[in-house]
């Protein structure tokens, strides 16, 4: 089988008719092609597409006639010539010629996510040992959108891509005025025209997915009201490193059921975790993406609200701040906070938890509150390891994001 594998990659809609295929079904493009597969004709026109051996594709039609994805990594290898019986009518669809973004950890799947984090493991050892050698984002842009404050997320992208060879550019909250001087959609075309990807931090969601429909080139989530991605997937390596891997560990969140629950959800939906948000009454996650966290059948996914046994047995205890940067939440003060007593994160509820038991936070941290100082500086605390694999994560995003 000829196995010349080329260089691009973009984002493509692929259907494939596949009478096999149900509902959840999900077949691995290495069985593609390991059977020879070839795609369609419209596959072969182009030349610069491969697919990754490990990619998976799930059938999201409800009649499940058809196995379809919007692939963020599908890269077709372009000369498997035999046709398949598994997918004989495959269709390429790339009339927006856009590339696929990173929005959500639940757009993604298992083997991607492993991907990526075998990939920022990879580059975490170059640039740990210094080696500023591998500049694959050479000659590229990076455009970053902050409509709030940042510490992390700004220095780890514009710094994780100076240090891949690319430039970084900011917009702050004045600068560009997103959707109130200029309409997002206008917004997003114009960036694409200039750069090879986006990092957005917004407060509505909608935001970042109106940037991501509109613009050409890939959009990466920094934070939303609704979600955090990135954060997520810095955690899920930090875990990896400190356990080994993440499959299957007891992650138990305390606190408010905000951004950094929702992309935990997220990740609970598609791959194998055992969650729990502990939060007070009234405080609880967004309920459809718990059901769908619940209901995939990767996870054991729970909301309680008692601190002290949920954390028993735990591998993570994990925090965030009480009231966060959404509009309104900072200026609710002590109504707000009254709400968290006996949720604070410090050293008995981590004795109960067990001595197996790590500090995670995705900072910033107000001490005091929602952590005790002590709990920040104790040597189960992980927290300015999860600061600094924000970087080798999302480096690990926009590579796959940009095809290498
Ligand atoms: N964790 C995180 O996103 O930090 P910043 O708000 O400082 O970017
Ligand atoms: N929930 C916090 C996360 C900060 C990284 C916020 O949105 O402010």
């Not at 510490?151 to 100076?162: C, I, K």
């Not at 970042?208 to 954060?231: K, S």
């Not at 949920?310 to 309104?328: F, K």
């Given at each position: 089988m000829p196995n010349t594998i080329s260089t691009m990659s973009f984002s493509i809609l692929a259907r494939f008719n596949c009478p096999r295929a149900r509902r959840g079904h999900s077949v691995r493009s290495d069985q593609l092609l390991a059977r020879g597969t070839r795609l369609s004709c419209q596959v072969r026109k182009m030349p610069h597409v491969r697919i990754k051996p490990t990619n998976s594709y799930r059938c999201k039609d409800a009649s499940c006639t058809h196995l379809s994805l919007k692939a963020p990594f599908l890269r077709v290898?372009?000369?498997?010539?035999a046709s398949s019986?598994?997918?004989?009518?495959a269709k390429v669809e790339n009339n927006k010629s856009r590339l696929p973004s990173f929005?959500?950890?639940?757009?993604?799947?298992e083997s991607q996510i492993d991907l990526i984090l075998e990939r920022a493991t990879e580059v975490k050892g170059f640039l740990r040992a210094g080696d500023r050698s591998f500049r694959p984002f050479k000659g590229r842009t990076l455009c970053m959108i902050f409509t709030k404050p940042s510490l992390r997320t700004r220095v780890s992208f514009e710094t994780g891509f100076h240090l891949l060879g690319g430039h970084a550019i900011y917009l702050g909250?004045?600068?560009?005025?997103?959707?109130?001087?200029?309409e997002t959609r206008d917004i997003a075309r114009v960036l694409s025209r200039y750069n090879d990807i986006i990092m957005a931090r917004t407060f509505a969601h909608q935001e970042v997915l109106d940037l991501a429909e509109y613009g050409t080139v890939p959009v990466v989530n920094g934070l939303t009201d609704f979600n955090h991605p990135c954060q997520i997937m810095a955690d899920a390596l930090t875990i990896k490193e400190a356990f080994?891997?993440?499959?299957g560990k007891k992650i138990v969140y305390v606190g408010d059921g905000n951004n950094i629950v929702h992309s935990w959800l997220e990740l609970a939906a598609v791959y194998p975790i055992h969650f729990i948000c502990c939060c007070p009454a009234g405080y609880e996650p967004d309920k459809d993406l718990l059901l769908r966290a619940q209901s995939a059948g990767f996870s054991s996914v729970e909301v309680r609200n008692d601190p002290l046994n949920a954390?028993?047995?735990?591998?993570v205890i994990y925090g965030d701040v009480w009231a966060s940067m959404n509009a309104g939440q900072k200026e609710e003060g002590e109504s707000r906070y009254k709400a968290f007593e006996g949720f604070q994160i410090n050293s008995k509820l981590m004795a109960a938890a067990g001595p197996q038991c790590r500090f995670m936070h995705c900072l910033p941290a107000e001490r005091g509150l929602e952590c005790t100082d002590e709990v920040m500086e104790a040597s189960y605390s992980l927290v300015f390891e999860e600061a600094e694999n924000r970087m080798h994560a999302q480096n690990a995003i926009m590579l796959e994001l940009l095809g290498h």
């Amino acid at each position: 089988m000829p196995n010349t594998i080329s260089t691009m990659s973009f984002s493509i809609l692929a259907r494939f008719n596949c009478p096999r295929a149900r509902r959840g079904h999900s077949v691995r493009s290495d069985q593609l092609l390991a059977r020879g597969t070839r795609l369609s004709c419209q596959v072969r026109k182009m030349p610069h597409v491969r697919i990754k051996p490990t990619n998976s594709y799930r059938c999201k039609d409800a009649s499940c006639t058809h196995l379809s994805l919007k692939a963020p990594f599908l890269r077709v290898q372009s000369s498997l010539l035999a046709s398949s019986p598994f997918f004989p009518k495959a269709k390429v669809e790339n009339n927006k010629s856009r590339l696929p973004s990173f929005l959500h950890i639940s757009d993604y799947e298992e083997s991607q996510i492993d991907l990526i984090l075998e990939r920022a493991t990879e580059v975490k050892g170059f640039l740990r040992a210094g080696d500023r050698s591998f500049r694959p984002f050479k000659g590229r842009t990076l455009c970053m959108i902050f409509t709030k404050p940042s510490l992390r997320t700004r220095v780890s992208f514009e710094t994780g891509f100076h240090l891949l060879g690319g430039h970084a550019i900011y917009l702050g909250p004045d600068d560009i005025g997103l959707g109130g001087r200029e309409e997002t959609r206008d917004i997003a075309r114009v960036l694409s025209r200039y750069n090879d990807i986006i990092m957005a931090r917004t407060f509505a969601h909608q935001e970042v997915l109106d940037l991501a429909e509109y613009g050409t080139v890939p959009v990466v989530n920094g934070l939303t009201d609704f979600n955090h991605p990135c954060q997520i997937m810095a955690d899920a390596l930090t875990i990896k490193e400190a356990f080994g891997s993440v499959k299957g560990k007891k992650i138990v969140y305390v606190g408010d059921g905000n951004n950094i629950v929702h992309s935990w959800l997220e990740l609970a939906a598609v791959y194998p975790i055992h969650f729990i948000c502990c939060c007070p009454a009234g405080y609880e996650p967004d309920k459809d993406l718990l059901l769908r966290a619940q209901s995939a059948g990767f996870s054991s996914v729970e909301v309680r609200n008692d601190p002290l046994n949920a954390v028993r047995g735990a591998d993570v205890i994990y925090g965030d701040v009480w009231a966060s940067m959404n509009a309104g939440q900072k200026e609710e003060g002590e109504s707000r906070y009254k709400a968290f007593e006996g949720f604070q994160i410090n050293s008995k509820l981590m004795a109960a938890a067990g001595p197996q038991c790590r500090f995670m936070h995705c900072l910033p941290a107000e001490r005091g509150l929602e952590c005790t100082d002590e709990v920040m500086e104790a040597s189960y605390s992980l927290v300015f390891e999860e600061a600094e694999n924000r970087m080798h994560a999302q480096n690990a995003i926009m590579l796959e994001l940009l095809g290498h």
